[in-house]
């Protein structure tokens, strides 16, 4: 058997722990499934850059996430991540390092990650990791302290250009940066609490129990379309950036709605559908594709998996 070989139809479900942006055992998130950021680019450039670009059009931080240290959030994330993993090896569906799809997602992301500390500074000290589920579903995501994970049914039923990957990934790595999933779980603390004790407890950033509470739905929150269009907005700048096409959104979201056949997926089902979101993408290309245009390019270009039998 190959060593590329691991199996693609396993049932790895969200386990109901504490997506952030976007699922213990420690030992099967070896050091070698981590990216080093000592092979990543240079973020000096950064500063300069970040002149330019869709910065404007994103809002500040919400104050609801400042009710929710992002520390818990992310060890929350990363205690989740972990799980979905360990529940993958265990059914031999986690993808082998030499596995030519782990390769290009881990390529992919090398690109993009140095341009994630301008969005947010805790992503200096984030352990980013990238790692392929053998599933038939639809998804990827990035849990908050840069978990990444893509599944393979994502790349080999809608056969996804490098491009099409990077606007995936741009959007996913954006819902981590703008923290949505720790703002999501604010609003929902606050709500439980009510006015008068959420007058006590701004600028405190510790609700406690009933943040590990909601530590558990990491991996199934949904986020509003706001926070998809925001996602959206920041995914295409870190892609143009990186190198990557921000065209390919248009493309990408052809497919999805293809695929779909009527029926919203999971991975699109807060967002915009159809010609609203294809026209909100092309309205923004022209911020950034000069960022592409001046970008350097990727010296390594990768293709889809072959096509499942009888597709």
Not at 18 to 42: D, E, K, N, Q, Y
Not at 94 to 101: D, F, I
Not at 224 to 246: H, N, Q, T
Request: charged residues 20%; contains cysteine.
């Amino acid at each position: 058997m190959s060593t590329d070989a691991f199996r693609t139809d396993a049932d790895v479900s969200p386990a109901p722990l504490a997506h952030a942006g976007c699922r213990c055992a420690g030992c099967l998130v070896s050091p070698s499934r981590r990216l080093f950021t000592g092979a990543l680019l240079s973020g000096a450039l950064l500063p300069a850059m970040a002149q330019q670009g869709v910065r404007e059009e994103v809002g500040s931080e919400s104050t609801f996430s400042k009710l929710v240290p992002a520390e818990e959030v992310e060890a929350a994330a990363a205690q989740q991540y972990r799980k979905m993993l360990s529940d993958a090896s265990q059914q031999r569906a986690l993808a082998p390092e030499s596995n030519q799809q782990l390769q290009r997602l881990r390529y992919i992301a090398q690109r993009i990650i140095p341009f994630a500390d301008d969005w947010n500074q805790r992503a200096r000290q984030w352990k980013w990791e990238v790692n392929l589920i053998g599933s038939k579903e639809l998804n990827a995501f990035c849990m908050p302290g840069g978990k990444i994970a893509f599944f393979y049914g994502i790349l080999q039923q809608l056969q996804l250009s490098d491009d099409e990957v990077a606007t995936i990934m741009g959007h996913e790595v954006a819902h981590a940066l703008r923290e949505h999933a720790r703002e999501r779980m604010g609003k929902s603390a606050a709500t439980q609490l009510g006015a008068g004790a959420l007058s006590a407890l701004l600028g405190l950033g510790n609700l406690g129990n009933q943040v590990l509470g909601m530590g558990s739905q990491l991996l199934t929150l949904k986020f509003s379309r706001e926070d998809e269009s925001e996602a959206d907005i920041v995914g295409m700048e870190l892609a143009a950036r990186a190198g990557y096409d921000p065209a390919a959104g248009v493309s990408l979201w052809q497919k999805m709605m293809a695929a779909s056949q009527g029926e919203p997926l999971a991975f699109m089902s807060t967002h915009p559908t159809g010609t609203t979101r294809i026209r909100d993408i092309q309205a923004r290309l022209p911020r950034v594709q000069p960022l592409y245009a001046q970008a350097p390019k990727p010296t390594r270009q990768f293709g889809p998996p072959a096509r499942s039998a009888g597709k």
